[in-house]
């Protein structure tokens, strides 16, 4: 079974600190995605990447980065957290073929005040 | 571009009623199409896809067919349970658009009472 893991079920994080979100797959998957999850609003993608060292923009790249060195390992970083960036965040992976499906991490939930 | 609309919820039905969450979807290439649930606390799971028109994919008792003259993918169960409450996602994802990445519906939220 592929396993998507994400550093952290829960974070409080203070406003305008630097905040990583880490994510760890072990399928050797090629592409892997950030998404953000908001009541009403659904998933949004943030940032996603094909390869290592690799990295495309979402819909909402605003505000965020990410980081690839290891194809395991996706980072995603919040430079200044803001409050409203308190939101769910879901990490997936997928390999690069047409009508594969994407694999979910638990999520991290992610508290700005 | 490429989106997907999903029916409004919560949607709200007694045990063993027929469940019908309509999901539609426009796309600049050949999609295919996802169903995606997540129960309380938990990330998202496949339920079931499909990747070709006329297919029909089917998981636990769920269904949906890929119908492309009407660019749906509307999921339907017979009987609902208790333990089928949860957000509900319908996706899709084309080649070469935002690389490979899913494009979600906003989710609906289905509750079972018994």
């Known amino acids: 079974d592929v396993k998507v893991t994400q550093s952290s079920r829960y974070l409080v994080k203070r406003t305008g600190e630097k905040v990583f979100l880490e994510c760890v797959q072990d399928?050797?998957?090629?592409?892997m995605f950030w998404y953000r999850q908001d009541p009403g609003l659904g998933l949004r993608l943030i940032y996603f990447?094909?390869?290592?060292?690799?990295?495309e923009k979402g819909d909402i790249p605003e505000g965020y980065s990410v980081s690839r060195e290891k194809k395991e390992r996706f980072s995603l970083i919040l430079e200044s957290a803001s409050t409203n960036q308190t939101s769910m965040y879901l990490c997936a992976t997928r390999l690069l073929i047409v009508g594969t499906e994407a694999f979910f991490g638990q999520g991290t939930r992610l508290t700005v005040v | 571009g490429n989106s997907v609309t999903q029916m409004e919820g919560p949607v709200t039905l007694s045990e063993e009623a027929f469940l019908t969450i309509n999901c539609t979807y426009t796309?600049?290439?050949?999609?295919?199409l996802f169903w995606y649930v997540q129960y309380p606390g938990e990330g998202l799971q496949l339920l079931l896809k499909?990747?070709?028109?006329?297919d029909k994919g089917s998981n636990k008792g769920f269904e949906a067919t890929y119908r492309k003259e009407t660019t749906s993918f509307h999921l339907e169960k017979g009987s609902v349970q208790v333990s089928d409450s949860a957000v509900y996602f319908c996706a899709l994802s084309v080649v070469g658009q935002a690389g490979t990445a899913l494009i979600f519906g906003k989710g609906t939220t289905l509750s079972v009472s018994s």
């Open positions: 990447s094909y390869d290592v060292k690799m990295k």
């Open positions: 399928m050797d998957h090629e592409n």
């Open positions: 796309a600049t290439g050949y999609p295919s």
């Open positions: 499909a990747t070709k028109a006329d």
